[in-house]
């Protein structure tokens, strides 16, 4: 579909700026509901608390401002396009819970600690729901400005171009301005621009906006973080490491015996181990045994081509077991790998580890391929829950590109995001082969 008729198409169900101001009082009151009706549910399902009905009334109505704070601290993000929308719902309701905890302690108002950190919660999660259904359904109007380079950007679907030839072109309508920042502009459109910031019309630069708009970044050069540096926060991985290997514990201990089912169902499907093993190239580039069910039959394979063409799956592959197509549909055949976490080789997020005699040729192949490596291998990411599983060297350059966005912007927040489109993609089966 051409970008103009899917812009077409997105217009007649757009959201109108009444209706989103309905929403959003819509969700305040959503929100205040589910605070109420926590208020009531926690002291039955948990009796050990000791929490008076005035404390409880209190933490409801505390929690109760606190969120709808929340909410409007997100109502000025909604004209920014793209995924990165999403990333702030955390840092907006904690600024927000912030604030209550400070006054409650401040001023010593008793309050419930389990009904905050619930509401809190909650809070969070409607954010995210709703963002996730309104995303679509909201078309934005921005201006682009016709210096440097600006091409590519309007060839993105879901947002309705419009070019700005001159700094006296109309604005009305728009809901903000790109501009190539990194073009030689003439004095009359820095002026234009920085009269439009100081009127509080957002200006993004057209690089950053076509990654949030794609959640990829292009791979013709290596693109810094936004701390200016080519590593991630390593502060962030440490304590994410640490988090990794206790939730993979904790995990492998619990799904053990669901584990144990499988394995036996596995043995008498087909014949062949339960457990397959596959070298993958992980963090740093070094080379590792990956654990995943198998869900294939076994083969022998001579040469070298038969090897590489076989550590491919390739749609309907007519490999793969009748147990072993529910279990990649489902993702369980990737719970092995929690020993991989546990070994300190993977992370539960992050791009996901590639066959080595593939990720050798990928290498020869793609430039920048193997800056990848740069962070541990996930179990999930966020190319997988964009894009599902490729092979062929074509559809891995876009996958990189999913891959570099995520490095560049490796955080808590962009964790979260894949963490609640992976249960979306457990329950419809994206992307499996």
Known sequence: MKPFMYQDALRKRRISGRSLAFLLRFQVLLLIAIIVFLSMFLPIVFPSMRDSPTTLLYSAASCSIAS??????????RNYP?????????????VAYGILLVMLILFRIPYSRLLLTSAFAASILVSFVIHTLLRRRILLRIGVVKEGEYARLIETPGVE????DTPDAPLEGLNSVSVDLWSDLSDEWE?????????????????HLRESLTGRVEIERISENNFGTLSPLYAYM???????????LVALVALLPLLIVVGIVIRLDSSGPVIFRQTRIGY???????????????????DQSAVRDAAMT??????????GRFLRHSRVDELPQLINVLRGEMSWIGPRPEAEILSRWYESEIPFYHYRHIVRPGITGWAQVHQGHVADVA???EKLNFDFYYIKNFSLWIDFIVVMRTIRTMLTGFGSR
């Open 191 to 207: 002026r234009k621009l920085a009269s439009l910031a100081l009127q509080g019309i957002p200006v993004y630069h057209s690089k």
């Open 314 to 323: 390739k749609d309907n592959d007519q490999r793969i077991t009748g147990i």
């Open 395 to 397: 559809q891995v350059r």
């Open 68 to 77: 709808s704070i929340g909410i409007y601290i997100l109502r000025g993000i």
């Open 82 to 94: 793209g995924v990165e929308e999403s990333f702030y719902a955390v840092p907006a309701f904690c």
């Open 238 to 248: 440490t304590a994410k490491h640490a988090f990794d290997w206790i939730a993979a």
């Open 284 to 302: 740093r580039g070094r080379p590792f045994k990956v654990y995943k069910l198998r869900t294939m039959t076994v083969a022998r394979h001579v």
């Open 161 to 164: 171009w419009r070019l700005l």
